[in-house]
């Protein structure tokens, strides 16, 4: 195992995956590719760099990056107004990561870092308190934190030994051997069934459902069993997997696990992360979807928890801020 795991972003303060205040770890590497995604530097399993031309002070003022990097022609592009445009991470790239080190307005960033467990731990022991008040603790989330279970499970075990609390989200299109062994040292567990007809599953995030729904199936046996909260999540796409066929088809797998749920969470799909794409000169897989207007969508989510609650007997609700 690798004594350090590559973390894209660690969030301090977040109140929606898992019970209380926490912090909350991203780790790198996904093994879907959900075209509603907010999240797209934690899908590659790399460090990746972030672009942002507003921030550029110009070339001819600046020009800091150019004097760095070894190969500039390759990779940095300006526009006619001499300001960065984007950075190509392309073969030459040797991801020295010079040019984001001394660019002085950070216009160049750097997505991903790589952590020890005892780093991990220091950042977050320091919100300890937070943790007591609240019922908190850490999340470890993604991206697909089981892509790097054996990692996990140290991390874990140094959560555990200190009496931090923990909650492990996951999309579980990974093998069982992975989610069970991290599992074994979770508080709770989060994971999301998105859409319960495979191939359209396979459309929406590029893997076949079969392999998630079989782990949701053991992950609901292991909770029964251990007592551990499962909670599971709908992110519900408009046009995507929204239609009352998928939502009841959900409904009836729901109801067929062998665990009561701590909570079936409807969450609303909004367009976010579109900057994100653009800061690494990718381009948002839902191009310029347009979805329905707030209010009306999440009414509609409100109407759909509902059925589930009556016609299913499921703890649905809409949205992931309830009390876990
Ligand atoms: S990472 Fe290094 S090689 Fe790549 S663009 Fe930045 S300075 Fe140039
Ligand atoms: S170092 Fe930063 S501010 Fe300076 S030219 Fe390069 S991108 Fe622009």
């Not at 006619?80 to 392309?90: K, T, W």
């Not at 319960?196 to 893997?207: N, V």
């Not at 519900?236 to 239609?243: E, L, S, W």
């Not at 998928?246 to 701590?262: D, H, K, M, Q, S």
Request: glycine letters at 8%.
């Amino acid at each position: 195992m690798s004594d350090t795991a590559l973390v894209s972003n660690i969030q301090k303060y977040t109140i929606h995956d898992g019970p209380g205040i926490r912090t909350e770890v991203f780790f790198s590497g996904c093994t879907m590719r959900c075209i509603w995604c907010s999240n797209p530097e934690t899908i590659e399993q790399r460090q990746r760099l972030g672009f942002y031309p507003a921030k550029c002070i110009t070339r001819e003022k600046c020009g800091l990056c150019v004097k760095a990097c070894p190969v500039p022609e390759k990779t940095l592009v300006f526009g006619d107004d001499g300001v960065l445009r984007r950075v190509n991470q392309v073969a030459e790239c040797d991801g020295c990561f010079k040019c984001a080190e001394v660019c002085p307005p950070r216009a160049i960033k750097v997505w991903g870092e790589r952590y020890t467990v005892a780093e991990l731990m220091k950042i977050i022991e320091e919100d300890r308190s937070f943790y007591e008040r609240t019922g908190g603790g850490v999340t470890l989330s993604g991206g697909e934190v089981l892509a790097q279970a054996d990692f996990a499970v140290e991390l874990l075990k140094a959560c555990k030994a200190v009496n931090i609390n923990t909650c492990v989200e996951t999309a579980l299109n990974v093998p069982w051997s992975a989610a069970e062994r991290v599992f074994r040292l979770a508080d709770m567990i989060i994971t999301d069934v998105k859409h319960m007809d495979s191939a359209k599953h396979r459309e929406i995030t590029g893997a076949g459902n079969e392999l998630v729904l079989e782990n949701i199936r053991k992950t609901a046996e292991f909770c029964a069993g251990s007592g551990v909260p499962l909670v599971i999540r709908t992110p519900i796409v408009p046009d995507y997997n929204a239609d009352d066929t998928n939502i009841r088809a959900t409904g009836e797998f729901l109801r067929g696990l062998p665990v009561e749920l701590a909570a079936y969470q409807l969450l609303p799909y909004r367009k976010m992360g579109t900057e994100k794409y653009d800061s690494l000169g990718d381009d948002y897989p839902m191009g310029d979807y347009a979805p329905p207007e707030r209010a009306d969508w999440e009414a509609h989510l409100l109407e759909l928890a509902e059925m589930l609650r009556r016609d299913y007997g499921l703890p649905a609700v809409a949205g992931s801020a309830g009390k876990l």
